[in-house]
């Protein structure tokens, strides 16, 4: 089990909107550390998507966007895209564990 | 362009060791923390360890301490992890990961390698 809980799936059709959460405790996101996201292609190396809970490295389409709010977080993608079709992973930092934490992973499906 | 290129992984049998090495260009490497995550097949990221840029702060996943090490050579621009004892479920494949700042602890991941892969089996 991952400290930081996504759910492991998820679709929506072209041109809709889907948020992916991310659930945490008061030892990694209620406890004030950033959260960040990636976005896994099947068979590729994660790609860097949000910093800092809500900024885009350059490059990243402004239909992605983040959020977060006491233990949880969430990433938004808006006009879905057949390309968004991919797994995206939620991580953060965790005091208790003295270490980076990852969530399991949510698999987006674009119908 | 950052770049990051692990080596070092194999077939190795349970007990034994393996060191992978990450070499890095395209940025100032001793301003930047490092990280190894890795990535069991079929399964999500897990991470694994990270190292401050001047290898003051070092810190490891709760499943590898004691029996990995994880150290850089700014000198070289290149990142290591020493895994000793190995087991089986330390197959993976293993990433090589650019941190966001100086410190390993809080930030993000900005640029990642391809992967070397690991493979424990008798």
């Known amino acids: 089990q991952s400290v930081l809980t996504q759910p492991p799936s998820v679709s929506g059709a072209p041109g809709q909107r889907i948020t992916i959460s991310c659930t945490g405790s008061?030892?990694?996101?209620?406890?004030?550390?950033?959260v960040h996201w990636y976005q896994q292609l099947p068979g590729t190396a994660p790609k860097f998507l949000i910093r800092g809970n809500n900024n885009r490295p350059s490059g990243v389409p402004d239909r992605f966007s983040g959020s977060k709010s006491g233990t949880s977080a969430s990433l938004a993608i808006t006009v879905l895209q057949a390309e968004d079709e991919a797994t995206y992973y939620c991580q953060s930092y965790d005091s208790s564990l003295s270490g980076t934490v990852f969530g399991g992973g949510t698999k987006l499906t674009v119908l | 362009e950052v770049q990051l290129v692990e080596s070092g992984g194999g077939l190795v049998q349970p007990g034994r060791s393996l060191r992978l090495s990450c070499a890095a260009s395209?940025?100032?490497?001793?301003?930047?923390?490092l990280h190894w995550v890795r990535q069991a097949p079929g399964k999500g990221l897990e991470w694994v360890s990270g190292?401050?840029?001047?290898?003051?702060?070092?810190d490891y996943a709760d499943s590898v301490r004691g029996r990995f090490t994880i150290s850089r050579d700014n000198a070289k621009n290149s990142l290591y992890l020493q895994m000793n004892s190995l087991r089986l479920e330390d197959t993976a494949l293993y990433y090589c990961?650019?941190?966001?700042?100086?410190?390993?602890?809080?930030?993000?991941?900005?640029?990642w390698g391809q992967g070397t892969l690991v493979t424990v089996s008798s």
């Open positions: 395209g940025f100032t490497f001793d301003d930047y923390a």
């Open positions: 190292i401050s840029w001047h290898s003051n702060t070092v």
């Open positions: 990961a650019k941190g966001g700042s100086g410190s390993p602890r809080g930030g993000w991941f900005d640029s």
């Open positions: 008061n030892s990694n996101i209620g406890a004030g550390y950033d």
